[in-house]
């Protein structure tokens, strides 16, 4: 039998300026989400908000009209894709989810049955949270409109819309199908020589590989699985410095995307602080800055000060230092993590059409950031590498579909690097699914994280600055079930620990 022909329409290229809105719009929605969240604004600071998003949906369109977009067949397929990453991930909890979900579907389901605002008293004082919930806005609202399924099932769809189109529109960095197709294995597959790593200072193998040097970047499918909200974000700084190099985008339409990901993950935002203060350089010096790349930034800036200052409070709590890291621990880690791949690129690449500078800086900024915490743990390294570490895939899917001298030795560093993702993909088939979580954050954040602080998520009501401190909220009963959920809760890093979600302490 003889296939049909695809369908023309399906093959024709869609607006990209229309995709970047569509990104840009439901980011600058969260905005207005946070505001009823806290409510803190008056009615007609939300007609403006609105007045102020549509105003920018139309500026991109208007100022990216030339960009071709992918086609929507493209665009279909990527979103499928993304689906299945997700899913797999346990977002919808089909499939098993790994135990960070335990406080983010608690977060979900606080957001889903309380009214707005509210706050918690069970550590006797009220206390607001304070966290990027902007992956959480949009779900929580289909919760309560439908129920906390219906919260699942919002939270799978919504990220994979953003990220099937965020992979929809790097594709127009390749140009014929094949490169397209190698660049999507690629960036999917990508990861660190953690299976080796592992081996040589662990002594073998084990269910979750990426902290073998008490060190960790995090491979593309482990973000998703693990991370999504702090992944998007990331991914969304690497995709518009990567159109914005390739000449596809404006400087202005890049720029503009930064501001509204902080309230999915500023440390994702913080990650992609170098490469755009390198697109400000770069067009300084050529004299290539048009009153649209001061304005549009601007604009979304200024739509998105509300948020900074919410995510910016009690900030004490959080704090940043500079740490001390063994210099052996950190080479072995920076070669099997990093060198691998910047080495060959750096050697047997003359020509980079993205830049040697590019590879110049993501360099030196992952050679850097894991001297720098920011909170109680590594998740400022691992979450602020994510625009430099994906950028770095896309620039070896590059290399790996030519006949270059440096194809074989990334060919073998990809080879080994699949292990993890392959490791994350066999734990979420090995595993029940998520079940529902029934208590609040406070006590899921106990079960597996007792021994972190929970600064990144509360700040107490009276140390909000004024603008976004909610007046009356709601004050929740800090009675709580006795079980967060039914069953065990695998735990990755210690498979032989108590199932979570019992009063057992364990350890992460």
């Known amino acids: 039998m003889i296939a049909p022909p695809p369908s023309p329409a399906l093959q024709r290229p869609l607006p990209g300026g229309w995709l970047i809105a569509l990104l840009a719009g439901w980011l600058a929605l969260d905005q207005l989400l946070l505001w009823r969240f806290l409510n803190v604004m008056p009615l007609w600071a939300y007609g403006l908000g ?64 309380n009214p707005w605002p509210f706050v918690y008293t069970a550590r006797g004082e009220a206390e607001l949270l304070r966290a990027p919930v902007g992956m959480f806005l949009i779900p929580a609202l289909a919760a309560k409109a439908l129920g906390g399924g219906a919260g699942d099932i919002a939270l799978l769809v919504q990220n994979s819309l953003l990220t099937g189109t965020l992979l929809a529109l790097g594709s127009t960095l390749f140009v014929t199908r094949r490169a397209k197709m190698i660049a999507l294995a690629v960036v999917v597959g990508f990861s660190g020589l953690d299976a080796l790593g592992r081996i040589l200072f662990r002594g073998g193998l084990s269910d979750h590989l990426e902290n073998w040097a008490y060190l960790q970047y995090s491979s593309t499918v482990t973000l998703a699985f693990w991370v999504p909200q702090h992944a998007i974000s990331g991914w969304i700084g690497a995709l518009g410095f990567l159109l914005w190099r390739a000449e596809k985008l404006p400087l202005g339409v890049y720029l503009a995307l930064l501001p509204l990901t902080a309230l999915w993950s500023p440390l994702g935002l913080m990650g992609a602080m170098p490469f755009a203060a390198l697109a400000g350089v770069r067009s300084l010096r050529t004299r290539a800055i048009s009153p649209a790349d001061i304005a549009l930034p601007a604009l979304t800036t200024l739509l998105c000060v509300p948020g900074l200052l919410y995510l910016s409070a009690a900030g004490d709590g959080v704090g940043a230092k500079l740490i001390s890291i063994v210099p052996l621990q950190w080479a072995f880690f920076e070669l099997l993590e990093v060198l691998v791949y910047v080495v060959p690129l750096a050697l047997f690449v003359r020509r980079s059409r993205f830049g040697i500078d590019i590879l110049a800086v993501l360099t030196l900024w992952l050679l850097a950031i894991p001297f720098l915490q920011i909170g109680s743990s590594t998740d400022f390294m691992m979450r602020g590498s994510i625009t430099a570490l994906t950028i770095l895939a896309v620039m070896v899917a590059d290399v790996v579909r030519t006949a270059s001298p440096a194809r074989p030795w990334l060919l073998l560093a990809l080879a080994i690097g699949i292990i ?5 993909i066999r734990r979420a088939l090995a595993y029940p699914p998520a079940p529902e979580v029934r208590c609040s954050f ?33 004050r929740l009963d800090p ?12 735990h990755p890093d210690k498979p032989d620990a108590p199932p979570s979600g019992r009063q057992d302490r364990v350890s992460r």
């Open 50 to 113: 609105a007045l102020l998003t549509g105003l920018l949906c139309v500026a991109i369109v208007r100022t990216a009209r030339d960009f071709a977009g992918p086609t929507a067949a493209t665009w279909l397929i990527c979103i499928d894709v993304a689906t299945i990453l997700l899913l797999l991930g346990g977002e919808g909890r089909f499939f098993y989810a790994n135990i960070d979900w335990q406080v983010r579907f608690a977060v979900l389901r606080d957001m889903s049955i």
């Open 420 to 424: 993890t993702p392959l490791t994350e």
């Open 442 to 474: 406070v006590k899921a954040w106990e079960g597996s994280f007792w021994f972190q602080p929970k600064g990144t998520y509360l700040a107490p009501l009276d140390r909000m600055p004024s603008l976004v401190r909610p007046t009356v909220p709601y």
């Open 479 to 490: 009675t709580e079930p006795d079980r967060c959920w039914d069953g065990a809760w695998h």
